[in-house]
């Protein structure tokens, strides 16, 4: 975050306090005091006030987190300020060490200050600096400001209100979270709570946001927020203290004081899958054990199972005091809970917080807010459960405290809501009322009432005033209670005859009731303290004390000239009067014998002032002033008496140089008197006293010649501080402008001295540079004595670079305004050098005088994400049910690696089906720590071109709320199919009707994956048909690929699997096989690749019969030995059955012995126990010649039909009972004359119109054969969601389509 040198100095002028670069590492902040003698000073004021700090910080941040409870810590840049109104000689912060939460990164310190107001009154004590830390949603990198309202009466006893919280509160995504800050009173106010204004969080000209939706109860202090984004968030909360119940619509009415307690609420997912503490990526994002990785146990790698599991936060199990368990309801439900006890002091306590995580690897660590002086807090490292347990044995100067806890787990998750325990301490059955406690007139008796268990002996003594009174006790005889407990006393003071016990000057005491029994067993009550508050008693005239002022009203003036004088009233003790109530005064003038009476008028806290005119008179003379007090019972008591002058003449002055005087800081001021000449002669006779700045001067007559002006030479003490002094000079003489004595006032200009580099001030941001946006710093210049040197005469110059660059820049800053000004900038991220100096020149010799600190170190951080710069690389395919990773680098327009405030991403995987439909897979993005780099994982089941879209968070619109993804990159992908599983293997075809006797039947094959993908590729594949003829003999035959539009199928359609390997790629080298010869079936596949086998159809035996079945395998091709046989290939492990037993029948072939096969068609006879050996039939050469102009012309319009029906598939609803050859893009073809159906008996046809057609209801023997493939209802019926009905596939298409 950048801010501009006016906002900066708006902050209450803290900005120019700060000399070196602030770092994003508070956490937690608020301020207690109480007013009591500083114990460091052997004096008291009656003012002064002891403040106690608390406030937390990132750990790391200092020495790199290398310290333990004990340890001291300076934060260079925060400054405590008792008064917000004068922020001068601010105290750093030098912290003592008392909590430390090493997994969460943060510790708890408290630092005591000293601090004395020279008046009464309220203010406002603070600290501050920057920054929040910048991944806060409503805040980040904002100025935080912490402060506490202060209460300052004179001899006062007043102690602050306590507020504690944890420096880091959970709250659980879309879960209510309600709690209350603890808080402890010691005046016994009336409390009211509301949230802090931005001028109390951060400071008058900068930003604060209160966090959206949550709500503060003013009554209660019940905060309520169901917050919906994770992330951190700033809170602070102000708790307020009154004098009587207060009322939310008017805040300010009977406000006493204040204290704000600053934290940080962070929102956490209530469970999310995360790697275990046993792997190197420990607590990253995962969906699977393999995502985790080198995992190790005790220094060697484990033996475990990698370890993904839902991670929950740890919750509070147990809370005991003193060996008895507490009720924990609300501590783990997103609530709070405050659980009050009660301790005696001198007495021991324990207090044990335990917690556990279900997650049985996670470790626990219990940590707590500060605890008490004295206290030991212990806890159990490494531990699930885990505990911290607290003793303390509470002094008698201590008073009660709050304690909260939480637990955190080894991936840094903390419990959600907030656990704290108030603890009240006692003083026994020591009690005392009535209103001589806290008020009395001084000099007046006054008595109290004690309660006291019987037969004690108390003391109650009144300290102040640099004196202690002891009060008479008595006790009340048949007081004593039924029980026998306890028994009534009374304290008096100020008992006639007594001196011991007077207290008689006014003011505040600390007056306090001890048990002082000596010889009982039991620990005495601790004593009790009141601030007590003695009043003047009624006005004594005698005590009154009358003066003057910068006048000369009781000495006298010129004739008819107004002049005044003052009194202060004071009691028969001496003690200055608060009010005026019932007094009044007046004087009178007495003068030739006429009396004039003048009335005073009260002025505030007993001081009253009169105004009066000086008898008229043409001749010197004398008048009588007299001052008299009246009341509701007297009146006209002679107070005093004084003489005083009537003059009738006057001189004046001049000085040299003239008024006003000015003179540069430090030094020395010297000025001339000129007296012109006097009527009298009396120019060198005058008596001048004259003091600058409050300091007496020297005055000494230098020239005194009878007829001239008289010159008198003042000198006086050098003053440092630049200023405009009005009336800084005065000047008193006798008669002097007409007065006795008479009075000048001359305006006192103190300009500042040459300007000093290191008293200067460089001012401006110094939080994180953006790269490429220059930042606008400013140096205020201040000579030796702080004073800020604004004239614009001096040079100073700048020069900064980046390190690990050539990137170097310097020149002159320009003055504007009082402040010059320059600005830095780098397109680089990383460390800036910058070095500030005033160089010499005509107005200043300080020959190169650095600027404060310089040389100062900035950090630049990367700008904004590029959307042209950023991308994602890494595999751009993987298998299907594989995850595969990318990595996605963030980079600004400059590129640099944005590794600060990491971006939002978002993923979508997936692919089109055409016109609005598209399926999806699953994406993942995750960063990693530390880079501007994220891991983005892929994966999907099904095969194809996919798209990968990832989308960024627009910043700009997280500040409202809003949160909108931008699309910046659509990476192509491809899923290719998995490993073959056997087992989804796809057998269609005709050919497993069985077909004519000899002749050839097709059978086809795909492979497919664990999720039903088509596997393209022979793939180390093996196909074995085997086919058990009508007398139970067995033959096997090797099927070949045929490759996804290929034009042919490489590998040989039957492989002697006796043969070598070797001798089978020769032969499938050989195979010349057309694209063109594919039959409608395997047109039909090809687009997907497919397996194929043209195998013999058994003869029928007479004795057997025509049925036979056919069975497929699916070998490891790899394996394939030379002298193999089917035997061995079949028993091998890695052969699986795909299909079958499937039976099959032969029909008649018209001619015996003969047996037919296409181009592709190859049979294999059986030789011996279920050896294969090659052979091959093909047709006739001379009935292919004769006949083949029919059979072009018949496979021309078999080919157009095919196409039609491939165009139309998607359209064919095939109502159910319906003809085929009814439906739409049905087609007929007849027979090829030479087929050997044509020559067949009715009976046959009809047996061949089964095999082909095992419904036998597609057509009748008039329409001819029809083909098997061109029958529309084996297709698919398309559904109107665009989905495939598997149910209305044919077995033979199935795995095609």
């Known amino acids: 975050m950048v801010f501009s040198s006016k906002r900066l100095a708006l902050y209450l002028g803290l900005a120019v306090l700060l000399s070196v670069v602030s770092a994003t590492h508070f956490r937690f902040g608020t301020i207690q005091w109480q007013q009591t003698p500083n114990p460091t000073s052997a004096k008291s004021t009656g003012r002064d006030v002891t403040f106690t700090i608390t406030s937390a910080w990132r750990k790391t941040f200092f020495n790199g987190g290398n310290f333990n409870v004990g340890a001291t810590e300076t934060e260079g840049t925060t400054f405590f300020y008792p008064n917000a109104n004068s922020l001068v000689a601010g105290t750093v912060f030098n912290m003592l060490v008392n909590t430390v939460n090493n997994v969460s990164d943060w510790f708890i310190a408290t630092q005591t200050i000293y601090s004395t107001y020279a008046t009464d009154g309220t203010y406002i004590a603070t600290f501050g600096s920057c920054c929040r830390i910048s991944t806060l949603i409503n805040n980040p990198n904002g100025w935080f400001r912490v402060t506490a309202q202060v209460l300052i009466v004179n001899g006062a006893s007043f102690r602050s209100i306590q507020s504690q919280v944890v420096p880091i509160v959970n709250a659980g995504q879309n879960q209510q979270l309600s709690f209350r800050v603890g808080v402890i009173t010691y005046q016994n106010e009336f409390l009211g709570y509301r949230l802090a204004t931005a001028v109390e969080a951060a400071g008058a000209g900068f930003n604060y946001n209160q966090i959206n939706g949550l709500t503060l109860d003013f009554n209660t202090g019940l905060i309520t927020w169901t917050p919906t ?278 003011g505040f005491y600390a007056l306090q009731i001890s048990d002082v029994t000596t010889g009982i067993d039991a620990i005495r009550p601790r004593p009790l303290a009141f601030s007590l508050q003695v009043v003047p008693a009624q006005t004594s005239p005698p005590q009154t004390v009358i003066y003057q002022q910068g006048s000369s009203g009781l000495s006298g003036g010129v004739s008819g000239s107004t002049l005044s004088f003052l009194l202060q009233a004071r009691d028969a003790f001496g003690n200055n009067q608060i009010g005026q109530v019932i ?208 004239n614009g005469q001096d040079v100073v110059t700048y020069a900064y670079s980046i390190a690990n660059s050539a990137i170097s820049l310097s020149g002159n800053a320009v003055f504007a305004n009082g402040l010059y000004s320059f600005q830095v900038s780098s397109q680089m991220a990383g460390v800036l050098t910058l070095t500030v100096s005033i160089a010499p020149s005509a107005a200043n010799n300080n020959v190169g005088s650095a600027v404060a600190l310089s040389p100062y170190t900035l950090r630049v951080v990367p700008a904004a994400f590029s959307f042209s710069q950023s991308g994602a690389s890494g595999t751009y395919s993987t298998t299907a049910g594989t995850p595969q990773l990318l990595t996605l680098t963030s980079f600004d327009q400059f590129r640099n690696e944005r590794n600060i405030d990491p971006d939002v991403f978002n993923t979508t995987f997936t692919m089109s089906l055409g016109g609005n439909q598209f399926i999806s897979g699953s994406s993942n993005v995750v960063q990693i720590p530390n880079t501007g780099m994220y891991s983005i994982s892929y994966q999907s089941n099904t095969t194809g071109s996919w798209n990968l879209n990832i989308a960024v968070l627009k910043v700009e619109n997280q500040a409202a709320g809003v949160q909108t993804f931008v699309s910046f990159a659509n990476v192509p992908i491809t899923v290719a199919p998995g490993a073959i599983n056997p087992a989804n293997a796809k057998v269609f075809g005709s050919g497993l009707a069985g077909g004519t006797e000899g002749s050839n039947a097709l059978i086809l094959m795909q492979s497919r994956d664990n999720f039903n993908n088509v596997v393209p590729g022979a793939s180390g594949g093996l196909y074995i048909v085997q086919v058990v003829n009508p007398s139970g003999v067995s033959n096997y035959y090797a099927a070949r690929y045929c490759f996804p539009g290929a034009a042919s199928c490489p590998l040989n359609s039957s492989i002697d699997i006796t043969l070598t390997q070797a001798q089978a790629q020769v032969a499938a080298l050989n195979t010349t096989d057309q694209f063109a010869t594919l039959s409608a079936e395997e047109m039909l596949s090809i687009g997907a690749g497919f397996w194929k086998i043209n195998y013999p159809v058994p003869l029928r035996s007479a004795t057997a019969g025509n049925n036979f079945s056919i069975s497929v395998f699916y070998g490891n091709l790899s394996e394939f030995q030379s002298g193999d046989t089917a035997a061995v290939i079949l028993a091998r492990n890695s052969t699986v059955r795909v299909a079958g037993p499937i039976q099959a029948a032969a029909s008649a072939a018209t001619t015996t012995g003969t047996a037919t096969a296409d181009n592709w068609g190859v049979v294999a006879l059986g030789v011996g126990s279920g050896a294969v050996v090659l052979s091959a039939i093909g047709y006739a050469g001379w009935r292919l010649q004769r006949y083949r102009p029919k059979y072009k012309q018949e496979k021309a319009r078999a080919d157009a039909a095919e196409q039609m029906l491939q165009d139309i598939a998607d359209e064919v609803d095939v109502v159910p009972g319906g003809r085929d050859w009814d439906a739409v893009g049905a087609a007929t073809v007849t027979l090829n004359p030479l087929h050997p159906a044509s020559t067949m008996k009715s009976e046959d046809i009809k047996r061949l119109q089964q095999i082909h057609d095992p419904q036998s209801a597609m057509h009748d023997t008039s329409r001819g054969a029809v083909r098997k493939e061109f029958a529309p209802k084996m297709m698919g019926r398309v559904e109107a969601s665009g989905s495939i009905s598997s149910e209305k596939l044919g077995s033979e298409y199935r795995g095609a389509l």
């Open 229 to 506: 984004t994770l992330g951190f968030q700033s809170l602070q909360v102000i708790v307020m203290g009154y004098t009587a119940q207060p009322s939310a619509n008017a805040q300010t009415v009977n406000l006493q004081t204040y204290v704000a307690v600053d934290f940080l609420i962070d929102v956490v997912p209530p469970t999310q899958k995360q790697c275990k503490r046993f792997c190197s990526n420990l607590g990253a994002l995962c969906f699977a054990d393999t995502d985790c990785f080198n995992c190790i146990e005790n220094g060697a790698p484990s033996l475990r199972t990698p370890y993904c599991v839902l991670n929950t936060p740890p919750f509070f199990t147990g809370l005991t005091f003193n060996g008895a368990a507490l009720n924990l309801v609300g501590a783990n439900n997103g609530s709070a809970t405050t659980i009050d006890v009660t301790a005696p002091f001198g007495v021991g306590l324990t207090l044990t917080a335990t917690a556990a995580d279900n997650n049985t690897e996670d470790f626990v660590t219990v940590v707590s807010s500060v605890i008490p002086s004295g206290a030991l807090a212990t806890l159990t490292p490494n531990a699930n459960p885990a505990t911290l347990t607290i003793t303390w044995t509470p002094q008698a100067a201590q008073v009660g405290t709050v304690i909260c806890f939480t637990a955190t787990d080894s991936l840094q998750h903390s419990t959600v809501g907030l656990l704290c325990v108030r603890i009240n301490l006692i003083n026994g059955v020591l009690a005392a009322s009535r209103t001589g406690l806290t008020y009395a007139v001084a000099g007046q008796q006054t008595s109290v009432s004690i309660q006291d268990a019987p037969s004690r002996t108390i003391s109650m003594t009144i300290t102040g005033a640099g004196t202690t009174a002891t009060a008479v006790v008595t006790p009340i005889a048949g007081t004593t209670s039924n029980s026998g407990l306890t028994s009534n006393y009374t304290g008096t003071y100020n008992v006639a005859g007594t001196s011991t016990s007077l207290v008689t000057q006014a």
């Open 583 to 790: 007094d009044n005064f007046t004087m009178t003038t007495t003068f030739t014998g006429t009396v004039t009476q003048f009335n005073f008028q009260h002025v505030g806290n007993g001081v009253w002032n009169v105004s009066y005119l000086v008898p008229v008179s043409t001749t010197t003379g004398t008048y009588l002033i007299s001052v008299y007090y009246s009341n509701t019972t007297a009146s006209n008591i002679l107070v005093n008496t004084y003489t005083a002058n009537v003059l009738t003449n006057s001189f004046f002055i001049s000085t040299v140089p003239a008024s006003p005087l000015s003179f540069a800081a430090g030094s020395a001021i010297a000025f001339t008197i000129v007296v012109p000449v006097q009527s009298d002669g009396s120019q060198g006779l005058k008596n001048f006293n004259v003091t600058v700045n409050g300091a007496a001067a020297t005055v000494a007559l230098t020239n005194a010649t009878s007829g001239q002006p008289a010159y008198y030479a003042v000198t006086a003490t050098a003053v440092t501080l630049a200023s405009t002094y009005f009336s800084g000079v005065l000047i008193t003489a006798a008669g002097l402008n007409g007065n006795n004595p008479g009075v000048v006032n001359l305006d006192l200009i103190i300009t500042p001295s040459t300007a000093s580099g290191p008293n200067s001030v460089l001012g401006g941001s110094f939080v994180d540079l953006v790269a490429g946006s220059p930042v606008t710093l400013t140096v205020q210049l201040k000579d030796v004595f702080g004073n800020v040197v604004t």
